[in-house]
């Protein structure tokens, strides 16, 4: 019975003083709103970073490192040695690419692989020229890895499967070039072949870096470009059940090889470190919002507590204890807290289907910004945990108010 008498006198409180709740509650919803926004927006910008790197990056590429030279003679106490290390590595190729590619695609936790063949490429078009790189791939396996027919504007993939003399070029190479579908393209390479290959396709993904400079041919020409047989591969790329656990995964390959096998962390450590600096930027600064917002129900508990302090001597007097009274309290802080939170959800929501749905022009596209259930879930409970923090601090004031001495003054 005393217990719904304690909601009873909290619900009490709320409502008579539906000033102070409104303004609490309110302070509130701003809080929770901004935090799941930014958080949300934090999260569609790290979403909107990965997606570009797995454009044309795998989980985990395997290839030849280069190595630096050894000093002839090693420094002694009497003589010092100074030698200049160069770089002895002669050829990029992987021997027996095909052995190792078996190799990978019989782990459990690889879901694709591929060999590619790279190569430094010049596009020239009478006297213009554009200096680029060229990837010699089996255009359907690649496209399966990397999703690249979706990017496709003009042409198909299908149509470089076996042609030695087709290719695939970037939009921006088509436009600086002023190139079309089914045009000729002069392609050479840093060893001084050159070739006249056919537009089979060109692609836009939204990357200037790509579009600009990136093309695909099939992996026998680029083995030509490069004066190198049909065994050459410089790069075996692998894809994983969970992008997020390469680093074992890593370990588990080099076993296997002697190649160097490097994750897609650390390739783009550089916009990895970025993500997380804005990630902890965004969140300290919606936290900190949110908890300005609690000290709003701190405020109103404490006025009330002072106002209502000999009330709270005479239900004390009547048998109600210290922990009665701060159940009382801090049902009023979850009560504003739990109003608060929903309202909050319900505005941050709005605001994020709305950004959704502004278009920001290429590269970007669509805002990156949607809906998250973990988000939700994430601000729902710190907003709760958040008010009833600050309500419980002058619950806890009030109920060691001793009714006597209350009663004497």
Request: charged share 15%; glycine share 8%; proline share 2%.
């Amino acid at each position: 019975m005393k217990l719904s008498i304690n909601y009873d006198i909290a619900l009490t409180h709320i409502i008579t003083r539906k000033k102070q709740t409104f303004v609490a509650a309110l302070g509130v919803t701003i809080g929770v709103a901004i935090y799941l926004f930014m958080n949300s927006l934090s999260s569609g910008f790290t979403n909107f970073s990965r997606d570009n790197i797995f454009q044309a990056n795998a989980h985990i590429k395997i290839y030849k490192n280069d190595e630096l030279s050894k000093p002839l003679q090693e420094n002694t106490k009497a003589i010092t040695v100074i030698h200049n290390p160069q770089i002895t590595t002669t050829s990029k190729t992987i021997i027996n690419p095909q052995a190792l590619l078996y190799r990978v695609k019989q782990e459990p936790y690889i879901t694709n692989a591929l060999v590619q063949v790279d190569f430094a490429a010049f596009y020239n078009r009478g006297k213009t020229q554009i200096k680029g790189s060229g990837n010699g791939v089996n255009m359907i396996e690649y496209s399966n890895m990397f999703n690249t027919n979706k990017y496709m504007v003009a042409g198909s993939i299908q149509a470089l499967q076996g042609n030695l003399n087709g290719i695939i070029i970037g939009k921006g190479i088509a436009e600086k070039l002023s190139l079309n579908l089914g045009d000729n393209i002069t392609v050479s390479s840093s060893y001084g072949v050159s070739k006249v290959l056919r537009i089979v396709g060109i692609f836009n993904m939204g990357n200037s870096l790509m579009d600009d400079s990136r093309s695909f041919v099939n992996i026998s020409t680029a083995q030509q470009f490069l004066k190198e047989n049909s065994s050459f591969v410089t790069t075996i790329y692998a894809n994983t059940i969970d992008a997020d656990k390469t680093l074992g995964f890593v370990e588990k390959l080099q076993s296997l090889t002697e190649y160097r096998v490097e994750d897609w962390q650390t390739t783009n450590a550089d916009i990895i470190s970025t993500d997380k600096t804005r990630k902890a930027m965004m969140g300290a600064i919606s936290l900190s919002i949110l908890l300005v917002a609690s000290f709003g129900i701190y405020n109103i508990l404490s006025a009330t507590i002072t106002q209502k302090i000999n009330d709270i001597a005479i239900l004390k007097a009547m048998g109600f204890k210290g922990g009665d009274v701060i159940k009382i309290f801090v049902s009023e802080a979850f009560i504003m807290g739990i109003i608060g939170t929903i309202i909050g959800l319900c505005c941050g929501a709005i605001l994020i289907t709305i950004m959704s749905k502004v278009y920001m022009g290429p590269p970007v596209g669509y805002f990156p910004i949607r809906i998250e259930p973990k988000l939700f879930t994430q601000s729902f409970i710190l907003g709760i945990f958040i008010t009833f923090c600050a309500g419980y601090f002058p619950a806890r004031k009030a109920a060691n108010v001793d009714p006597v001495e209350i009663f004497r003054k």
